[in-house]
């Protein structure tokens, strides 16, 4: 069974930056693309995550959320079953529950939409103030 742990959330202030970190055990680590995605309050309600980066199983293609491209990095270490999110120049608007996530259906495409998803992390808080 896949299992998902993030770690490296908390609280900064406006400007200041994290590193999550999401260390998964089980399954094929090396064949799967990973993502991160984030759950407001508001995107609770409605059962939605926002996607935010995702990168593919050989690290070759990567996606970025239009609100996080040039302040976010994702990249994965395939030795260590490891995938990150840089996060630097975080805002308020940042202040989200981050989630790691596994696509394992082998697809060739990196998905940004959350129904390809179908094993995740139990999320880390992450809060921004100004």
């Known amino acids: 069974q896949l299992q998902l742990v993030e770690s490296g959330g908390g609280s900064v202030q406006a400007g200041g930056s994290l590193r999550l970190t999401c260390v998964v055990s089980?399954?094929?680590?090396?064949?799967?693309?990973m993502a991160w995605f984030r759950q407001t309050p508001a995107l609770e309600r409605d059962l939605e995550r926002e996607?935010?980066?995702?990168?593919?199983?050989?690290?070759?293609?990567?996606n970025y959320a239009d609100s996080v491209k040039d302040r976010f990095t994702v990249s994965r270490d395939n030795a260590k079953r490891t995938v990150s999110l840089q996060m630097n120049g975080l805002e308020p608007e940042d202040t989200a529950v981050y989630y790691c996530?596994?696509?394992?259906?082998?697809?060739?495409?990196?998905?940004?939409?959350?129904?390809?998803?179908?094993?995740w992390g139990q999320g880390t808080q992450v809060t921004v103030s100004s």
């Open positions: 996530a596994a696509d394992v259906s082998l697809r060739r495409q990196l998905e940004m939409s959350q129904d390809w998803y179908g094993y």
């Open positions: 996607f935010v980066a995702g990168i593919s199983w050989g690290g070759d293609k990567i």
């Open positions: 089980g399954g094929a680590f090396s064949v799967y693309h």
